[in-house]
C-alpha cells in the first residue's frame, strides 16, 4: 500500500460497498488520522475525556446533531457505548410504562432481536406485523396500534434484506426507532418520537458509538423497577454522556463528520446524492438480463440494494468480476445470498457507476456466450 499526505487509500482505488463498519469522506479520514497523531499536544487516543479539549468535542459532537436534525428543545442528545444491541435494552427499560407492555415490528433480524430483548427484560411483547413469511422482502402496510401499549418499536432501514420504511402509521402511542443504518441520510422530524437510537457505524462515525436522541419527558419515568445505573438514560442525560469514559475517537470522528455534512449542503442534499445513487443501481438492476432485486419496489431501502443473478451459476463468475473492478464489499448476507451494495452516504455517484458498469460488461459478456 502507498501513501502520501494527502491520501490514506491505496492508489489503486476501492469503491467500497460494505454493511459496515462505516465509510467515510476522505477529509474526514485525513482530520481523523492528524488527530491520532496530534490533538493540542496529544492524541485523541490518549487525552483524557475529562480534559476540556475533548469535552468541548463532546459538546459539539451533540449540538451539530441536534443542528442537522432539527432536534427540538425538550430533547437530549447523549452518546453511549454499546451498540443498539444494547440499545434494544435501553429503549425497553426507559419506556417501560404502566402497561408494561409493548408493540413490535418484525421487519428482519434486527427488529427481532429488538423484541427478544425488550421480553428477556420481562415487558409483555406483541409483534403487530411482520414480514418474516416472504424473508422479508416487504414491509408491513396497513398494521394497527392498539391503545394499551407503552410504547411501539420499528427499524427504519433493514441492512440485512433491502427494506426501508417510507412512512410509519400514526398513532398516539409513543413511537421508539432503531435507526442505525439510515439516520443522516435523509430529513426526519425527530418530534415524532420519544427515543432514536443508532449505532454510528453506518453513516455517522467509527464503530463504537451509539447514538441516543431522547425527548425530556422520557428521563426518569420509567416505573421499570431497579434499571441499572448504565442502563438508565436520566444518569447519562445529567452526566452529560460523561457518565463513564465515552468512546472519545468515534465521538470526535463522529463530529467531524457532522461539520463536513453541514459543510457539503447537509442532509437536503446528502438526500438528494443518495436517491440518485440508488435510483441509478436500481434502474440498471431492473433492465440488465442477468440480474434481479430481492424486495418489493415500494420498498427498497436507499441505503442497502439486495440483488441476485437470476441464474445462479454465475454469482460466482460476477463475484470475480467485480473484485477485479475494485468493488468491495457486495457479497449479500447468507440470509438472502446473492449481493449486497451499501451506499452510505460516504459512497459516491462515482463508486455507483463504475458498479453498475461492471454489471452491464457483465451481461453484455454472457448474453453474447449463451446468445
Not at 442528545?77 to 426507559?94: E, K
Amino acid at each position: 500500500m502507498t501513501r502520501d499526505s494527502t491520501k490514506i487509500y491505496s492508489m489503486a482505488k476501492k469503491h467500497n460497498f460494505g454493511a459496515g463498519p462505516c465509510i467515510l469522506p476522505q477529509e474526514v479520514f485525513q482530520q481523523a488520522a492528524k488527530a491520532v497523531l496530534d490533538f493540542n499536544g496529544l492524541s485523541i487516543l490518549e487525552v483524557s475525556h475529562r480534559d476540556k479539549d475533548f469535552m468541548a468535542v463532546m459538546e459539539e459532537a451533540r449540538m451539530l446533531v441536534k443542528k442537522v436534525l432539527n432536534v427540538p428543545d425538550d430533547y437530549t442528545v447523549l452518546y453511549l457505548q454499546g451498540g443498539a444491541s444494547l440499545g434494544f435494552l435501553i429503549a425497553a427499560m426507559n419506556m417501560c410504562g404502566k402497561n408494561r407492555k409493548a408493540a413490535y415490528v418484525e421487519t428482519g433480524v434486527w427488529a427481532k432481536k429488538a423484541a427478544k430483548e425488550a421480553k428477556l427484560a420481562g415487558l409483555t411483547v406483541d409483534t403487530i406485523a411482520n414480514s418474516a413469511d416472504k424473508n422479508y422482502s416487504y414491509i408491513p402496510k396497513g398494521f394497527k396500534i392498539g391503545a394499551d401499549y407503552d410504547y411501539v418499536h420499528y427499524t427504519s432501514n433493514n441492512t440485512i434484506y433491502g427494506t426501508q420504511f417510507r412512512e410509519f402509521p400514526k398513532s398516539n402511542i409513543p413511537l421508539v426507532c432503531d435507526m442505525s443504518s439510515d439516520i443522516f441520510s435523509k430529513k426526519i422530524n425527530v418530534a415524532d418520537y420519544h427515543i432514536i437510537y443508532a449505532g454510528a457505524q453506518k453513516n455517522l462515525g467509527p464503530a463504537g458509538a451509539t447514538l441516543f436522541i431522547v425527548k425530556n419527558s422520557v428521563l426518569g419515568n420509567s416505573t421499570y423497577a431497579n434499571i441499572p445505573s448504565y442502563l438508565d438514560l436520566k444518569n447519562h442525560a445529567e452526566n452529560e454522556s460523561m457518565y463513564n469514559t465515552p468512546p472519545c475517537f468515534s465521538v470526535y470522528v463522529s463530529m467531524l463528520n457532522l461539520r463536513h455534512l453541514i459543510a457539503n449542503g447537509g442532509l437536503e442534499a446528502m438526500e438528494k446524492k443518495n436517491e440518485k445513487k440508488a435510483a441509478l443501481l436500481y434502474a440498471e438492476i431492473d433492465s440488465n438480463p442477468l440480474f434481479k432485486g430481492t424486495v418489493e419496489k415500494e420498498d427498497r431501502s436507499n441505503m442497502n440494494v439486495c440483488f441476485v443473478c437470476k441464474d445462479e451459476s454465475l454469482t460466482e463468475q460476477f463475484q470475480l468480476m467485480c473484485k477485479e473492478a475494485g468493488l468491495i464489499g457486495l457479497k449479500g448476507h447468507r440470509s438472502v445470498g446473492g449481493f449486497r451494495a451499501s451506499l452510505y452516504n460516504a459512497c459516491e455517484i462515482s463508486d455507483v457507476e463504475v458498479l453498475v458498469n461492471t454489471m452491464k460488461s457483465f451481461a453484455k459478456k454472457n448474453v453474447a456466450v449463451n446468445s
